[in-house]
C-alpha cells in the first residue's frame, strides 16, 4: 500500500529538489528515498525505476519552462514577446540549472510523453514566430536558430565563460535584438 501523501507527483517534485542540490547525475532512487524517509523499494509503487523519474523529471522541467514562457509572451507581440521570452528561459535554467539539464535528455529518451511536452514548449516560440512569417521552414529554421543562441549563451554562462568586462545581460539583450533584426528582415506579415 503506498505511504499516506505520497503519489508520483510528490515523488517526482522532491526527486526535483534533491536534484538540484545534488546534480541530477549524483540523483539515485536511494538517494531520494532516504530524501522521502522511505524503503527504496518503496517508491516502486510510484515509479518504474531511475529512467522513469528522469522522464517525469524531465516532463516536469519541460512543463515548468513552457508556463514561464507562455508567462512572458502574454499580450505582447513581436520583440516584445521574444525578449521576455529569452528573459524567461535564461532565468528558468539560471534558477534550476538541474531541471534545464534534464530537458538536454529528451532527445534520447525515446519518451512520447516527453515528445508531446516538448512540442508543447516548441508551439509558444512557434506561435511568436509565425508573427513574422507564414512559411513553415522559416519558422523551424528560425526557431532552432533561437534555441541554439539561448541553448549555446546559458551553456557558456553557466560553465563560467563570461567575464566581467561587459554585462552578461547586456550581451544577451544584445545578441536577441540582432535575432529580432533578422525576423525583422524576413517579415512577411
Same mark, same amino acid.
Given at each position: 500500500?503506498?505511504?499516506?501523501?505520497?503519489?508520483?507527483?510528490?515523488?517526482?517534485?522532491?526527486?526535483?529538489?534533491?536534484?538540484?542540490?545534488?546534480?541530477?547525475?549524483?540523483?539515485?532512487?536511494?538517494?531520494?528515498?532516504?530524501?522521502?524517509?522511505?524503503?527504496?523499494?518503496?517508491?516502486?509503487?510510484?515509479?518504474?525505476?531511475?529512467e522513469q523519474l528522469y522522464v517525469l523529471l524531465s516532463d516536469?522541467?519541460?512543463?515548468?519552462?513552457?508556463?514561464?514562457?507562455?508567462?512572458?509572451?502574454?499580450?505582447?507581440?513581436?520583440?516584445?514577446?521574444?525578449?521576455?521570452?529569452?528573459?524567461?528561459?535564461?532565468?528558468?535554467?539560471?534558477?534550476?540549472?538541474e531541471m534545464y539539464r534534464m530537458i538536454m535528455k529528451v532527445?534520447? =529518451?525515446?519518451? &512520447?510523453? /516527453?515528445?508531446?511536452?516538448?512540442? +508543447?514548449?516548441?508551439?509558444? *516560440?512557434?506561435?511568436?514566430? #509565425?508573427?513574422?512569417?507564414?512559411?513553415?521552414?522559416?519558422?523551424?529554421?528560425?526557431?532552432?536558430?533561437?534555441?541554439?543562441?539561448?541553448?549555446?549563451?546559458?551553456?557558456?554562462?553557466?560553465?563560467?565563460?563570461?567575464?566581467?568586462?561587459? =554585462?552578461?545581460? &547586456?550581451? /544577451?539583450?544584445?545578441?536577441?535584438? +540582432?535575432?529580432?533584426?533578422? *525576423?525583422?528582415?524576413?517579415? #512577411?506579415?
Amino acid at each position: 500500500m503506498p505511504r499516506q501523501g505520497l503519489t508520483t507527483e510528490t515523488v517526482t517534485a522532491a526527486a526535483a529538489l534533491l536534484a538540484e542540490e545534488i546534480g541530477c547525475e549524483n540523483l539515485t532512487l536511494h538517494k531520494l528515498a532516504n530524501r522521502l524517509n522511505i524503503k527504496p523499494a518503496s517508491l516502486y509503487t510510484h515509479i518504474s525505476g531511475i529512467e522513469q523519474l528522469y522522464v517525469l523529471l524531465s516532463d516536469l522541467a519541460l512543463k515548468q519552462l513552457g508556463t514561464a514562457m507562455m508567462d512572458a509572451v502574454k499580450e505582447k507581440k513581436r520583440g516584445e514577446a521574444i525578449r521576455a521570452m529569452s528573459a524567461a528561459y535564461r532565468n528558468y535554467a539560471k534558477q534550476n540549472p538541474e531541471m534545464y539539464r534534464m530537458i538536454m535528455k529528451v532527445p534520447h =529518451s525515446h519518451s &512520447e510523453q /516527453l515528445v508531446i511536452a516538448g512540442k +508543447n514548449v516548441k508551439a509558444i *516560440l512557434f506561435e511568436v514566430l #509565425s508573427q513574422y512569417t507564414a512559411d513553415q521552414t522559416k519558422i523551424i529554421c528560425f526557431s532552432r536558430y533561437y534555441h541554439s543562441i539561448l541553448h549555446g549563451f546559458i551553456s557558456l554562462e553557466q560553465a563560467g565563460f563570461f567575464d566581467d568586462a561587459i =554585462s552578461v545581460d &547586456e550581451s /544577451l539583450s544584445k545578441i536577441v535584438d +540582432n535575432f529580432i533584426e533578422q *525576423l525583422e528582415s524576413i517579415s #512577411s506579415i
